[in-house]
């Protein structure tokens, strides 16, 4: 089998994670409150000074000052073994990646190759369906569960957006109910998602209801309205 997924470490796509992410510049938050969660993470006077920056070129130069403060010299090099140890690591274990997300699915994963960039940012957004983000220092096993879980969210748009759109779904249930269904491909189905508040509801019925078929579950949601509770209009 061709290696599906290429894992490699970009300063813009890093960067830009960071200001887009503490700047608010993505589309759903599912009810986390990034900037305290970030808190856990970075130093606070760090995080309002990029948050405050009259610009995103002004909140860049902030973050770069920054890395420049806590990445030692080694940081270019480690990072690049790294991302190699990533690839062959996934090369070696890509077809229990594309078994699992096949049998949740019952459909062929579909895609060629999807690229991987690190980040050493704690959030891992995506560009569907071209890359996703990882984290620079997790363990084999958390970067296979995070390519489980991106690609968890890939397989529920190549399937099933289309038909959403047909029903008169709102792109907020459409992702409500994505975000909901990682619980289904969790190594912690308990913990899962547990900062998104607003979603929590509805990944509920869908964890009560994770031993039957994935378009069962999609089904049931829409027979019990669960799309339609207030978080997720």
């Not at 891992?124 to 879980?149: A, G, Q, R, T």
């Not at 047909?166 to 491909?185: D, Y």
Request: proline share 4%; with cysteine.
């Amino acid at each position: 089998m061709d290696n599906k997924f290429f894992v490699s470490y970009s300063y813009s796509q890093d960067l830009n994670n960071y200001v887009r992410q503490l700047r608010n510049k993505f589309k759903f938050q599912f009810g986390m409150d990034v900037f305290e969660m970030s808190k856990k993470y970075f130093p606070e006077d760090f995080l309002s000074k990029v948050i405050d920056a009259p610009s995103d070129t002004h909140a860049e130069s902030i973050v770069l000052d920054y890395w420049k403060q806590t990445r030692n010299d080694k940081f270019n090099d480690n990072i690049v073994k790294q991302a190699n140890e990533y690839n062959l690591y996934l090369y070696e274990n890509q077809s229990k990646i594309i078994e699992k997300l096949e049998d949740l699915y019952k459909n062929k994963y579909p895609f060629e190759k999807v690229n991987i960039f690190l980040t050493t940012f704690y959030r891992c957004p995506y560009n569907y369906p071209y890359w996703f983000m990882s984290y620079s220092d997790c363990s084999n096993e958390k970067l296979i569960e995070v390519c489980i879980h991106e690609l968890n969210h890939f397989m529920f748009y190549y399937y099933w957006k289309n038909k959403f759109q047909k029903k008169g779904i709102s792109e907020r249930q459409f992702e409500n109910l994505k975000e909901s269904l990682a619980v289904l491909t969790s190594s912690d189905p308990l913990n899962e998602n547990k900062y998104k508040t607003d979603i929590l509801p509805l990944q509920k019925f869908v964890f009560e209801n994770s031993k039957k078929p994935l378009k069962k579950i999609i089904d049931l949601v829409l027979e019990n309205k669960i799309l339609d509770y207030p978080n997720n209009k």
